[in-house]
């Protein structure tokens, strides 16, 4: 007697409308402390005195622009993700694999934005300083990276939470061989 196949599709949709939700969230929040905490140490005492309303006004901002631009890319780990939990073997690490994931997806948004920033300031025609230029390139890239790797950690840890795996779906279930020997 074989089981039926699991279903594939619902915990698909489940994974990425989970990782959509909580993962621009996550993001949001984490990447104003993440970013401050990357400054460089000449900066790092300006940030004190106002650090406590800046931080508030920076959270707020965050979560609406990390909605606005990060839903894209949650979506797209969820569903990475829940390809990678259907086709990896069972002792495979899943909230690990998000965590890569997902910060390969918000590395993949910091090149869009990048490449979005050069074609504005090619087209406005600012110029900054290359050490500050270099410096927060730097300094967002990994605050990006990170967040979305933070994300896509917390996100599989959420779903595995909540049971909700596509693991076993894409393998077909074998029919039951009848005992050799007739015991």
Do not use: N
């Amino acid at each position: 007697m074989s089981q039926p196949p699991r279903p594939f599709f619902l915990p698909l949709i489940g994974l990425v409308l989970l990782f959509a939700a909580l993962g621009p969230a996550i993001g949001g929040a984490l990447f104003v402390p993440i970013a401050v905490a990357l400054e460089t140490p000449t900066a790092a005492h300006a940030v004190g005195p106002i650090g406590g309303i800046a931080a508030l006004i920076g959270h707020a901002f965050a979560f609406v622009v990390a909605y606005v631009v990060g839903l894209g890319p949650a979506a797209a780990t969820g569903f990475v993700y829940a390809l990678w939990d259907a086709a990896a073997p069972a002792g495979a690490p899943r909230s690990l694999a998000a965590a890569v994931i997902g910060g390969a997806m918000a590395y993949g948004l910091y090149l869009w934005l990048a490449s979005l920033g050069a074609s504005f300031e090619a087209t406005i025609g600012v110029e900054m300083k290359p050490p500050v230029g270099e410096w927060l390139d730097a300094t967002l890239r990994h605050a990006f990276v990170a967040c979305g790797a933070v994300s896509g950690l917390v996100c599989a840890m959420a779903a595995s939470l909540l049971g909700l795996t596509t693991r076993g779906a894409l393998v077909p279930a074998r029919p039951a061989v009848p005992p050799a020997g007739g015991a």
